[in-house]
């Protein structure tokens, strides 16, 4: 619908045009043609290179960047780099105190070499040491029971008899040097030791005597309980030995060779992570930690600066245009006449809203360059969206509009003429002639001089349909009836014969709606 209407709207625009550039020119001076209200400036069709960019400002950073931290906590024994320090992957940077972390791992050793003697021993049964050493235990427990429901023998009572005048003596003995040392008045300092002796001697008499009393009275039922309990449990441990182990027995030996050996591999993994290792080779961006602090958070920054990015936020209709792999162009605040080449290398699938702005990271990934080049510097991007070559240029401001085509005003070649086509007749409504697209071929079959009326009393110009290719903010690469060097009007004819339209016995309004 849109395409038929508007071919015979443009004959009736160019016809009533007639009309109105004879009315404008019946009333203008000699310094102000209809020509020059129409066309205005005018600009030279060239042919070159047109580049569309999307241009950006972001920060330098390295391509990859780690934030290094300890797993584990603890204090900081040593710091081994400092920033701007290249490192291999591997290398030691910083380390925790492990004193404690040492001691776990050995005691973890210590229980999985128990567990698994036990095991060996569920699964192979008794040697002879082993049942050798439980008989003796049981044994002794049953000697010391019957001691006690028995009660002290001759010999026990004689023994703690001479043990308690043994320790008689020798309290009468500390208690005589003791006097003797305080005689006189002396300090109480001058005679320490024999007080000391004195002290020892009254503790061992008082022990002595409370055997001897003992043996007279015989054991308590606290005391029996106690021996028979002993004997009990000494039974049960032998019996345990020479018994055959069961299903049961086995696994319960081997579940506990398992927790075992995982305790120790944990307390070898807590020792390992007290050491923070490179997982990479880079350069040292940031250091957080001293000695002796406690380690929390990011201790170690490491970043790989031999492969440097821009990081930019784009919005959304600029990134629309872009794809991963386009080419860019980079500058510095820091550098002067420095450009250095770049290529995006990811555009951030989600976006980044800030202040109900909708923006999207994308990375732009440097070529290789001498420049010194620093992570945090500012940096201009100019990421390349089109580039037409060998291409007809025009400025956007020459392109016109009308019922969905486009077209420029071309100032006739040497000897060309253009005549529109009458209403109802060639170019009419009807004829289905697009002015234009015949009639400039014609022309160009006919010379004749150059001030006849075009384009409705616009003398030296004719519309020609052009196609718009790649454009940047101010030009715009065309194809058509266009030659390197042709002239074309930079009016909007459109707009401007409209408004002049409003003087003219035949009104532009009132055309486009017939």
């Known amino acids: ?93 910083a380390r925790l105190d492990t004193a404690d972390l040492e ?138 030995l020479l018994n055959t182990p069961t299903s049961e027995d086995i696994a319960l030996a081997e579940l506990a060779v398992k927790t075992a050996e995982i305790a120790l591999q944990q307390a070898q993994l807590n020792l390992k992570e007290a050491t923070l290792a490179a997982p990479c080779a880079g350069t040292v961006t940031q250091v957080n930690v001293n000695v002796g602090e406690k380690a929390t958070g990011t201790a170690i920054m490491i970043g790989d600066l031999e492969t440097l990015v821009v990081e930019v936020l784009l919005d959304e209709n600029d990134v629309a245009q872009l794809i991963v792999g386009q080419k860019a162009h980079v500058t510095f605040d820091a550098f002067d006449n420095v450009e250095i080449g770049g290529e995006i290398v990811a555009i951030a699938p989600t976006a980044d809203i800030q202040s109900g702005i909708v923006l999207y990271p994308v990375t732009v990934a440097l070529d290789p360059t001498e420049t010194p080049i620093r992570a945090g510097m500012t940096a201009e991007v100019e990421i390349v969206i089109a580039n037409a070559e060998n291409v007809l240029i025009l400025p956007l401001t020459a392109i016109q509009e009308l019922g969905g085509r486009t077209f420029v005003l071309r100032q006739l070649r040497e000897g060309e003429s253009f005549e529109p086509p009458a209403l109802g007749g060639g170019g009419g409504p009807g004829s289905g002639q697009v002015p234009g697209a015949g009639a400039p071929a014609e022309a160009e079959r006919q010379p004749g001089n150059r001030e006849g009326r075009a384009f409705g009393g616009l003398s030296g110009f004719m519309p020609v349909p052009v196609t718009l290719g790649a454009s940047s903010e101010t030009h715009v690469a065309v194809s058509g009836a266009l030659q390197e060097g042709d002239v074309v009007s930079l009016g909007n004819i459109t707009k401007t014969t409209e408004q002049l339209g409003k003087d003219s016995p035949f009104p532009m309004r009132r055309m486009m709606q017939q």
């Open 1 to 93: 619908m849109k395409k038929k209407w508007w071919i015979p709207v443009l004959v009736i625009l160019l016809a009533g045009a007639g009309y109105l550039g004879y009315g404008i020119y019946s009333r203008s001076t000699e310094n102000d043609t209809p020509d020059q209200a129409l066309a205005g400036e005018t600009t030279v069709v060239e042919r070159g290179t047109l580049r569309a960019t999307v241009d950006a400002t972001g920060n330098v950073a390295p391509e990859q960047e780690v934030a290094l931290a300890f797993l584990s906590p603890g204090t900081v024994a040593e710091v081994l780099v400092e920033e701007g320090e290249h490192v291999k992957a591997g290398q030691p940077l």
């Open 103 to 240: 001691d776990a791992v050995a005691q973890a050793q210590i229980s999985l070499s128990q567990a698994q003697l036990q095991l060996r021993q569920t699964l192979n049964g008794p040697t002879d040491e082993n049942i050798a050493s439980m008989e003796a235990a049981l044994d002794s427990a049953r000697a010391n029971y019957n001691s006690l429901v028995s009660g002290a023998t001759t010999e026990e009572l004689a023994k703690s008899a001479a043990a308690l005048e043994q320790a008689r003596i020798a309290l009468e003995s500390a208690q005589g040097a003791y006097d003797r040392a305080g005689g006189g008045w002396k300090a109480e300092a001058d005679y320490g030791p024999q007080a000391s002796q004195l002290w020892q001697a009254q503790a061992g008499y008082d022990k002595a005597l409370s055997s001897y009393n003992a043996l007279l009275e015989g054991a308590s039922s606290t005391d029996l309980w106690a021996a028979s309990a002993r004997v009990k449990q000494a039974q049960a441990n032998l019996d345990k």
